[in-house]
């Protein structure tokens, strides 16, 4: 892992997801990204307001995250660049992230909120068109290391393995204990489990893990009660585009957990190829 960018607006949870992120970037000796979106104000917008005042609010926003950087740089030992943005906050991370390429992005979610938005915050929005993996941070927790991860698997979506690779980064740079955990919505589930842990053995091979299995009719519900009796310190989700009309109802399982979850998600493209 050599380059991760983190998403910021200097807000509470941008803030802790920085704090996140440097953490990562020193443990994997990787170059940190500080990525801000320039918005004008509403009220800016809607005036005549002058080309000259526009780009003194630029350059103050600019001088902000330079700062930012600089801070980083002294506390964490890492290199830091900064990325700059306009108007819309993924579709700027989109176009940044196709020219130069990122092994993770993560962003800051506020925490407490308890019912997914189809149509929500720029974290969710992200998630749904995004080609990289993603860690969302909720702003109550804090680096406190990776020790256990707890790998959410629906093997449906499994491709050739590549998925995986950001799990298995993580899991040998922190020496962390990977617990693959399935959720069996009907019983006759239960004979599918050799053939995951199988498949599963092969694809993950080079790391020590371990697997449980839990009843639920609801991935959902499965998952949160997965982590209510044995708690992780990351939760990992490899992302599915569900069908238009799937979405409009209930969205997709990691979207739904970004809201939810108490501890940091990591969301992957099922896409992904690196």
Do not use: W
């Amino acid at each position: 892992m050599k380059r991760i960018l983190v998403a910021t607006d200097y807000s509470e949870p941008a803030n802790n997801a920085v704090e996140y992120a440097a953490q990562l970037a020193r443990a994997f000796k990787a170059e940190l990204v500080l990525f801000n979106v320039f918005k004008m104000s509403i009220h800016a917008s809607n005036a005549m307001v002058s080309t000259t005042s526009i780009e003194i609010q630029k350059e103050k926003n600019k001088h902000r995250l330079l700062e930012q950087a600089r801070e980083i740089n002294e506390r964490f030992g890492i290199n830091v660049d900064c990325e700059i943005g306009k108007d819309d906050t993924v579709e700027s991370l989109k176009k940044i992230t196709g020219h130069h390429p990122v092994n993770l992005v993560v962003m800051g979610i506020q925490s407490g909120l308890v019912a997914y938005k189809m149509f929500g915050n720029t974290t969710t929005a992200a998630i749904k068109l995004m080609r990289f993996p993603l860690l969302v941070v909720p702003n109550q927790v804090t680096f406190q290391g990776i020790n256990k991860i707890m790998y959410a698997c629906d093997e449906t979506y499994l491709k050739d393995g590549r998925e995986l690779s950001t799990i298995k980064k993580l899991t040998t740079t922190f020496g962390a204990q990977l617990e693959v955990f399935h959720v069996l919505t009907n019983h006759k589930e239960g004979d599918k489990n050799k053939v995951l842990e199988d498949l599963l053995d092969e694809l993950l091979s080079d790391v020590i893990h371990t697997y449980r299995y839990v009843h639920n009719p609801s991935v959902y519900d499965g998952i949160l009660a997965g982590l209510d009796q044995n708690p992780a310190d990351l939760l990992v989700m490899i992302h599915h585009k569900p069908g238009f009309m799937e979405a409009l109802v209930k969205g997709s399982h990691s979207s739904q957990m970004t809201v939810n979850t108490h501890l940091p998600l990591l969301v992957i493209p099922n896409e992904q190829a690196n």
